[in-house]
């Protein structure tokens, strides 16, 4: 397993500036490139925040640039610029001694297509082109697997065509595009198309599912619960992104599937949340196809916590390869669909006094059960 020690102390200070002309690599002995200070956009999310840990553990220096509040113990360690990525002049700003950029911005499903599209696509090339006139030579961009849409067949490979499903998923393509533009001119943008990953600090659609087992209920799930649906641990992608920080541009100036390697039936990894909450409850299979037209009309009512690509994929097989990553980066993943969800449960119940009786749209706080709410009801019994 290609698994990155921990430091026990951290660089000091900050990397030297950068020349506009794209310096060559430094190495150290072993080949990999040496990593100073590192800008994570989307630092206060619930990816930016695990990564931010994951990189301090490793003694990199980290700056975050959010528009949320970086309201985590590890404030006093971290550079914290409050600022937004669709503001040119702060991205800018926030360049300054930095020698990598990950950029984790985004916004979710659940945001108006304008706001997707505004921070999604033009944040990126405000990111992409600031990290450019300040010599950086290398850009990390997280995209999705979303940017696959429906597809007709599995696993699915980088190379296969992309069709993304409502305005997140076509500005993921979007996206991806203005890399390669940035790539053809010389940065080296690794992108990452992580599945949907769990872990702490991970709420969202995923609080709807752990606030039934706490409570002792079943779960509804769309369709037989047969299909099989590849999650990721948030540490396993924060391991895939340390590694293509510090390989060499040959090895990682490309893009990357990233997800679990040990995963089962949908009902059967989620059925290992409800075994471990310990009430005896079970996951209920529901006819997917009433299910889904139901889900689009509350939808069109502005009453239900899922987003189209959630609903229209839950049911079918949703996986992709990994080889490439593995091959490459010599990334080798540690956790299961199941170790991840668990791990992420056990963290929620451990701080569920800090976020109850909040919500919102980001990953950051549960989601609104909408109607789901009256629904728990009647998944109380046997």
């Not at 490979?157 to 203005?178: F, M, N, S, T, W």
């Amino acid at each position: 397993m290609n698994r990155t020690p921990r430091t026990e102390s951290t660089r000091s200070g900050s990397a030297p500036p950068l020349q506009p002309d794209h310096k060559p690599e430094t190495k150290d002995a072993d080949g990999r490139r040496e990593v100073g200070t590192c800008l994570v956009t989307g630092g206060a999310g619930f990816l930016g925040i695990n990564l931010v840990r994951y990189l301090r553990e490793r003694g990199i220096q980290v700056v975050s640039l959010d528009v949320a509040p970086f309201d985590y113990p590890e404030r006093e360690s971290v550079k914290v610029l409050d600022g937004d990525i669709r503001d040119a002049g702060a991205v800018r700003d926030a360049m300054e001694g930095v020698d990598l950029v990950v950029h984790a911005a985004a916004a979710l499903p659940l945001y108006s297509a304008e706001e997707i599209f505004s921070t999604d696509v033009d944040g990126i090339r405000n990111v992409l082109e600031a990290a450019y006139e300040s010599g950086i030579d290398r850009l990390i961009h997280i995209s999705s697997t979303a940017v696959y849409g429906i597809p007709d067949h599995h696993p699915l490979k980088e190379e296969d065509r992309l069709h993304g499903v409502g305005p997140y998923g076509e500005a993921k393509i979007e996206a991806e595009e203005i890399c390669q533009e940035f790539r053809e001119k010389g940065m080296c943008v690794p992108i990452i198309r992580p599945k949907s990953f769990v872990g702490p600090e991970r709420l969202g659609v995923f609080a709807l599912f752990y606030d039934w087992a706490k409570d002792g209920k079943n779960f509804p799930m769309l369709g037989s619960g047969k299909n099989r649906y590849q999650l990721l641990d948030v540490e396993d992608l924060c391991c895939a992104i340390y590694l293509a920080a510090t390989l060499p541009n040959s090895r990682v100036n490309s893009t990357f599937n990233i997800g679990a390697t040990e995963f089962d039936t949908m009902k059967e990894d989620y059925q290992a949340v409800l075994d471990y909450a310990g009430h005896g409850k079970r996951i209920i299979p529901l006819p997917a196809a009433p299910a889904i037209w139901t889900l689009r009309l509350l939808e069109k009512l502005g009453i239900s916590p899922l987003y189209k690509w959630v609903y229209e994929t839950a049911a079918t097989d949703s996986f992709v390869d990994v080889a490439k990553a593995q091959r490459l980066l010599g990334w080798d993943p540690e956790f299961s669909n199941q170790d991840a969800l668990v791990r992420n449960y056990v963290w929620y119940i451990e701080n569920l006094a800090s976020f109850e009786g909040r919500s919102g749209v980001s990953h950051r706080v549960p989601w609104s059960q909408g109607i789901l709410k009256l629904a728990k009801v009647f998944f109380s019994f046997p």
